[in-house]
């Protein structure tokens, strides 16, 4: 029922190096047409770094892996795309609808298809007030049992950070600081959260997946690379936005799967951009990191 693509097919078969993207970031994570040439270029990226881009999402009801530069479009403009987490997955696919798939959905196709390399921007976590409301995303559930090592910048503080770091210890997923023993906060490369382990090159982080999935230790590995120095806002100046972003979502009522869209969108606004530029120089930075890591993995499958 999957559908990948000629180019991603043969990638797999030959144990080629294969680097999966999400796209709930195009559709519902950034604004046109700033998304498209983001998912343009972070393939690019992919490709310079000597592995092949598998973008996924559901198109007609299939779920595909690996786009070409018109469905990209389709997914960056049409407004009537779908939002897909894993409970979506078979609503979407049985109604033959489209779907943007987020962190969780695309680390569940990815391992599908045999992927286990993904670049993201932000994780999802438990939200802020979450030990109220439960609004704890999917992404979390789906790292503590899919065998796919996920490359983010952290976790903005419209979520809880902390409470999203003690979430992935209790599903025993390794969090792992790329050069840094803090955690990032997505625009930010600090938290005052401290990761509990560090690795520095691509190299460890693949003998890492190795050991872990060759134990049958089940479950992905959050990969936590920082945006680069010169492209980062400070958490104080961010703090303010996010504060702002949040009493409007409530003002809104907004709820549910809404949320974090929204407030994405707002700290856009907010910032007049500059943290839209944040957002593609920490994904850029992330996909060069994603192509040397898969590239290690693959190099490791074949001794
Ligand atoms: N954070 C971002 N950009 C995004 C998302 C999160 O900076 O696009 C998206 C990702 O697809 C993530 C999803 O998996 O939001 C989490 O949504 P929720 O909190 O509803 O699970
Ligand atoms: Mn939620």
Redesign the pocket.
């Known amino acids: 029922m999957l559908r990948l693509s000629p180019e991603v097919a043969q990638a797999l078969s030959a144990g080629a190096p294969v680097v999966a993207l999400?796209s709930?970031?195009i559709s519902?994570?950034m604004p046109y047409p700033s998304n498209v040439a983001m998912a343009r270029e972070v393939e690019q990226i992919v490709r310079d770094g000597g592995a092949t881009p598998a973008t996924i999402a559901i198109l007609d009801g299939v779920p595909l892996i690996g786009l070409d530069g018109e469905q990209l479009e389709l997914l960056a403009r049409d407004r009537g795309v779908i939002k897909v987490?894993v409970r979506d997955i078979p609503y979407v696919v049985a109604r033959g609808g489209h779907g943007a798939t987020?962190?969780?959905a695309t680390m569940r196709l990815a391992a599908l298809a045999g992927i286990r390399v993904f670049v993201?921007?932000?994780?999802?976590g438990v939200h802020q007030g979450g030990e109220d409301t439960m609004d704890v995303?999917?992404?979390l559930t789906e790292l503590g049992r899919t065998d796919v090592a996920v490359i983010s910048a952290g976790v903005?503080s419209i979520l809880d950070i902390g409470r999203t770091l003690e979430a992935l210890e209790t599903l025993g997923v390794p969090v792992v600081g790329y050069g840094t023993q803090e955690f990032p906060s997505?625009y930010s490369r600090g938290s005052g959260h401290r990761v509990p382990m560090q690795l520095d090159t691509p190299d460890q982080l693949a003998a890492m997946m190795d050991v872990k999935w060759s134990l049958g230790l089940s479950g992905g590995i959050s990969i936590a690379n920082p945006v680069p120095a010169q492209d980062e806002i400070p958490a104080e100046e961010m703090d303010g936005v996010i504060a702002q972003a949040l009493a409007d979502c409530a003002a809104h009522g907004i709820t549910g799967?809404d949320?974090?869209p929204y407030l994405?969108g707002r700290i856009v606004e907010i910032t007049g951009g500059d943290s839209l530029r944040t957002?593609i120089a920490l994904v850029r930075n992330n996909a060069r990191l994603g192509a040397q890591l898969a590239v290690a993995y693959a190099a490791r499958q074949h001794l």
């Open positions: 999400e709930t970031i519902h994570g987490s987020t962190v969780a993201t921007g932000g994780l999802g995303s999917a992404d903005k997505f799967k949320i974090t994405l957002n």
